[in-house]
């Protein structure tokens, strides 16, 4: 009788604790910012806009205005910026992200014969509270862009796509990205041509990591080295951090360890006692 209780008394303790130091929900919110640097590193104008999402980090945002049902882009600098479509879904082992950018661009142009430098366009996206993959489960980051019909030319675009650890509730100054995120993968310099936006290479696969919960998902896209002006281009890109799967070995073992358990207790009911 008295195993029974001290067993009872060693769960309500387990339990306890586990309630304890169980994490609080907190405010899950969506950051946009884009930001327009002019050719001297200066900032011409940053606009930011949140929302609230799920408890779990998923939901979407669109960075625009709408006026009559009529969507238009969010004035920024020289740009004219429309983010359709900011996705953010989770699902079990997994978080994706995609964005689908409008840029409409009136400002000075890179041309080495008159010696000018255009403007640098500066978008990120940040998301947190998310969960799954769940700790500690080893993870990866792949990223991709696909390629949108394009007037406006720009000789660079870098995306990255990075976890953050725990909740990230705010951005650093204007005209800089955050640092320290795990499981990066940055794409080398694209292009933005009169056919199609590329990152190079596409897809991108980043170093495996290991998660925390929660954590925030953060991307930027940097694009800069504008040919034209007064043209409109597009950029379609999307990010997933998913659970590494097990090691094949790793499986069989695990899979064999409740026959070796049963096994055991097999053997100490076969035990005689000494008299």
Do not use: C
């Not at 000018?116 to 799954?132: A, C, P, R, W, Y």
């Not at 019909?149 to 990255?160: H, R």
């Amino acid at each position: 009788m008295s195993r029974t209780r001290n067993f009872l008394v060693l769960v309500a303790l387990l339990v306890g604790s586990a309630i304890l130091s169980a994490p609080t929900q907190a405010h899950a919110d969506f950051i946009i910012r884009v930001t327009d640097v002019a050719s001297g590193g200066g900032v011409n104008a940053s606009v930011t806009q949140s929302a609230a999402s799920a408890a779990d980090g998923s939901g979407s945002m669109l960075f625009a205005t709408v006026s009559g049902g009529v969507i238009s882009g969010v004035q920024v600098g020289n740009f004219s910026v429309t983010l359709v479509n900011n996705i953010a879904t989770t699902g079990p082992g997994f978080t994706s992200a995609s964005q689908t950018l409008n840029v409409t661009y009136n400002g000075p142009i890179t041309s080495a014969s008159a010696g000018t430098t255009s403007d640098t366009l500066i978008v990120e996206v940040l998301g947190n509270q998310f969960t799954n993959p769940t700790a500690p489960e080893t993870s990866f980051i792949t990223s991709n862009a696909s390629p949108s019909t394009s007037g406006l030319l720009a000789s660079s675009v870098v995306m990255t796509s990075g976890v953050l650890n725990g909740n990230v509730l705010a951005l650093g100054a204007a005209g800089t990205t955050l640092g320290g995120q795990l499981g990066k993968t940055t794409s080398n310099p694209g292009t933005m041509g009169s056919a199609s936006s590329v990152l190079t290479p596409n897809p991108v696969t980043g170093a495996q990591f290991p998660i925390v919960n929660p954590f925030s998902f953060y991307q930027t896209y940097t694009i800069s080295g504008f040919t034209n002006t007064a043209q409109a281009g597009s950029l379609s890109a999307g990010s997933t951090v998913s659970a590494a799967p097990a090691p094949s070995g790793l499986v069989l073992a695990l899979a064999g360890l409740p026959v070796l358990a049963l096994g055991g207790w097999l053997r100490r009911r076969k035990v005689v006692p000494m008299t």
